[in-house]
């Protein structure tokens, strides 16, 4: 017999926070991307030779809508640390770039040729679930230090990297997306039972399918799940989905489909009065750029950023490292960051950290075992608060994310409702370490096993 | 019922688009014999031209207005048709048929390329068009007004193309060429306007398709790529080269992937390859194509 406790205790012990204090520092000291780089001093001789990073993101088709955000990220911190004179104060960064729309075998082609032909120093971005597993494998056979700043799954360090040693991920982990949103909707609608769902046929839709399940079956007690529909990622036809929804009568839609995919989705499902008849939490509707959501999108809904970050989120002066970025990002490229920007910067930052840890223990300029020695177990105000590295799988780790949407007279887009932000510290929604691999993930047999029945 | 009905409308709405884009297709390979694989990018212009068009002047006109908005999208991609059939394809209806489907190939790379360049990587939408018409309501169910718009605008364009091709001189000439052009033009039409004239409403078609889908579903990169997919499916049911075709193929293909996504939520990227494979096995030139 599962252990049952009421909902309440069963969120406080998960740690869930609302619209409050997040990133409340106790005494860690960490460096923010501003002050540590004034005060550092290199030791030893460095050369001056450019430093090369890859990024590789989608440039072009419909995830370019994710990849434009995550290449000015990336350019962000790039200038900012060119601006001290480059890593340790010497050398410049550059950065070769990459189409990642060219599909996952000319990817792992293009990562082999800027390894051995541009002379890479270190592989930075990719987006898609689907490329990262192809990727990891080939990074650490070419030696090449890489820091994934999303293809989130979980699969990627479970069972196509499981000994990471120069694969590195600072973004959440993607089961987080499905569970934070279950946790957001249990609790705004305790009462919700019937769930539909609308996911993208590939492996992002059917990981937010399982684990909002398994987390809402905990959380809520005995869901039912009504309607299913699997349109091909790039449908922007939604209208037969959408009929099928309403014909279930849910009182809830859930739905992980993202970008251009999205827009299409919300806009026709608005015309079909979809949102006057349920409830609706999303994985992502906040992931793309903030101006290509319209204010015809509805109030009240859960507006996911795939568990990891909103410009608004630490709000105003209460977290420094937010503050400044988004007012950085905002006056470099004239429009607001999205999680894929942070994740981009947040990267190679915590690069230069590292470097400049590794420098003052070795001096001179660090080989690639003494970054990596000094990347795992690195903690680093980001701009979404604490980031986290795991030092047993590589895996960035911060609080994860959701929040409602809300239109405000002070933007030309919607926002989140800063007084019902939802956080919850990464470690009580992922599998610990160490915990024995299930299926389809470690993360949802330690949630089915381990969490209690809320009653 | 009222899901049944409302299924049936979605279906129609689906064949509707995508007999605007197909028709199109099917039209230039029944004139020219040229698969053009830039068709579906001809497509995202007009869905592109249109959402710039609308955007500049969306806050001075009425709504109502800016529907007519929607026709400059198509005429973009009918002057990109008019320029591009003599610059680059005329040289090469000599050749052999892999430098045409090179030659289109490459015009497809650099057409989504330019959108990007000229339009940012950010989706494109102007929503105020489909909000303009009010959703209906259909034995208890709502139904999107401007969905039964694209039905009529879909349903129009089968007709007016009908009677263009059958009812009028230049259809004669048309289908004169298309049956056979060296016979044709001994007898002296003139095949060059003919070629540059259905590459034009070819891409017409497909651009009044990308413009009038806009409203619903954004102007997106990568777009045409999407419907030149679906196109080739609907074509290949329907018979290349076949109007009737192009007709038939976007009704199957609407209907029955709506009866997939219903009933088959799992197999419903497989199910419109099902059909066209099934057509293939039992008539390998399509439904209506000549073998």
């Not at chain 1, 492996?203 to 959380?219: E, P, T, V, W």
């Not at chain 1, 109030?299 to 989120?313: D, E, I, Q």
């Not at chain 1, 009580?428 to 096993?449: F, H, L, Q, V």
Request: charged share 15%; net charge neutral; with cysteine.
């Amino acid at each position: 017999m599962p252990e049952e406790v009421s909902r309440r205790d069963f969120l406080n012990r998960l740690g869930v926070t609302i619209g409050a204090a997040a990133a409340s520092a106790g005494s860690l000291v960490v460096p923010t991307p501003a002050e540590a780089q004034q005060s550092f001093q290199a030791k030893g001789k460095v050369p001056t030779t450019p430093y090369k990073t890859g990024h590789m993101t989608f440039f072009t088709g419909p995830a370019a809508v994710l990849g434009e955000p995550s290449y000015k990220g990336h350019i962000l911190a790039a200038e900012e640390i060119n601006a001290q004179g480059g890593l340790l104060g010497k050398r410049k960064i550059e950065t070769v770039k990459a189409d990642e729309a060219a599909g996952t075998d000319a990817n792992v082609k293009e990562l082999r040729r800027m390894k051995l032909s541009e002379k890479i120093d270190c592989f930075t971005g990719v987006i898609s679930s689907g490329n990262t597993p192809a990727l990891g494998p080939v990074a650490e056979e070419l030696k090449t230090l890489t820091l994934f700043t999303d293809g989130c799954t979980d699969f990627l360090f479970e069972k196509a990297v499981p000994n990471p040693h120069y694969v590195f991920r600072v973004t959440n982990i993607q089961s987080a997306d499905g569970v934070m949103a279950a946790i957001a909707a249990s609790m705004a609608w305790p009462k919700v039972t019937k769930i539909a769902h609308i996911h993208p046929d590939y492996s992002y839709g059917r990981n937010a399918f399982d684990h909002f399940n398994i987390a809402m079956k905990k959380l809520s007690g005995n869901i039912q799940v009504v309607s299913e529909a699997w349109p091909k990622l790039g449908t922007t036809e939604f209208t037969a989905h959408i009929t099928k929804t309403i014909s279930a009568k849910p009182d809830l839609l859930f739905t992980s489909v993202w970008g251009g995919d999205y827009i299409a989705l919300y806009k026709q499902a608005l015309r079909y009065d979809l949102f006057k008849k349920m409830k609706v939490a999303t994985t992502l509707a906040f992931g793309v750029v903030p101006q290509a959501i319209g204010k015809d999108h509805p109030a009240g809904v859960v507006a996911g950023v795939h568990a990891n970050y909103h410009f608004l989120y630490p709000a105003g002066n209460r977290w420094l490292p937010n503050a400044q970025f988004v007012k950085k990002y905002y006056d470099r490229w004239k429009e607001y960051p999205t999680f894929e920007s942070e994740g981009a910067y947040t990267a190679l930052h915590m690069l230069r950290v590292a470097v400049e840890k590794a420098n003052q223990l070795v001096g001179g300029w660090p080989d690639d075992q003494a970054i990596i020695a000094m990347l795992e177990g690195l903690m680093y105000a980001a701009p979404a608060g604490y980031t986290y590295i795991r030092p047993d799988n590589h895996q960035g780790y911060k609080d994860a994310l959701t929040g409602f949407l809300v239109n405000s007279p002070d933007y030309a887009f919607p926002v989140w409702d800063l007084k019902r932000v939802i956080t919850v510290p990464i470690r009580s929604i992922t599998a610990p370490p160490g915990y024995p691999k299930g299926e389809p993930t470690t993360t949802y047999k330690w949630i089915e096993e381990t969490w209690p029945k809320s009653a | 019922m009222d899901t049944l009905l409302t299924q049936i409308l979605n279906s129609l709405f689906y064949a509707s688009i995508l007999f605007l884009i197909a028709c199109g297709l099917s039209l230039v390979y029944g004139v020219m014999r040229i698969v053009n694989m830039a068709h579906g990018s001809l497509y995202a212009v007009g869905a592109y031209v249109a959402a710039w068009a609308v955007g500049l002047v969306a806050s001075y006109l009425h709504v109502s207005l800016l529907l007519v908005l929607l026709l400059i999208g198509a005429a973009a991609a009918a002057l990109a048709g008019a320029l591009l059939e003599p610059t680059l394809l005329r040289p090469l209806y000599q050749r052999p048929e892999e430098y045409q489907l090179l030659m289109t190939f490459g015009l497809l790379l650099i057409l989504e390329d330019l959108m990007r360049m000229v339009w940012g990587p950010y989706p494109l939408t102007a929503s105020a068009l489909s909000e303009f018409f009010p959703s209906i309501s259909v034995l208890g169910a709502t139904y999107p007004g401007y969905n039964i718009f694209v039905i009529v605008v879909g349903g129009a364009a089968a007709v007016g193309l009908w009677a263009f091709i059958y009812r009028t001189r230049f259809g004669i000439l048309l289908r004169a060429t298309s049956q056979n052009m060296r016979m044709a033009s001994a007898l002296g039409v003139d095949v060059k306007r003919i070629y540059v004239q259905a590459f034009t409403i070819g891409c017409l078609m497909a651009g009044l398709g990308g413009a009038v889908v806009m409203p619903l579903s954004g102007a997106v990169l990568g777009m045409g790529v999407d419907a030149l997919i679906l196109a080739f499916v609907v074509v290949v049911i329907g018979g290349l080269g076949s109007l009737e075709g192009a007709l038939v193929g976007a009704l199957i293909v609407g209907a029955v992937r709506t009866l997939g996504i219903m009933y088959f939520a799992e197999i419903e990227l497989a199910v419109l390859y099902l059909i066209a494979a099934v057509v293939l096995f039992l008539r390998p030139a399509g439904l209506f194509g000549r073998a």
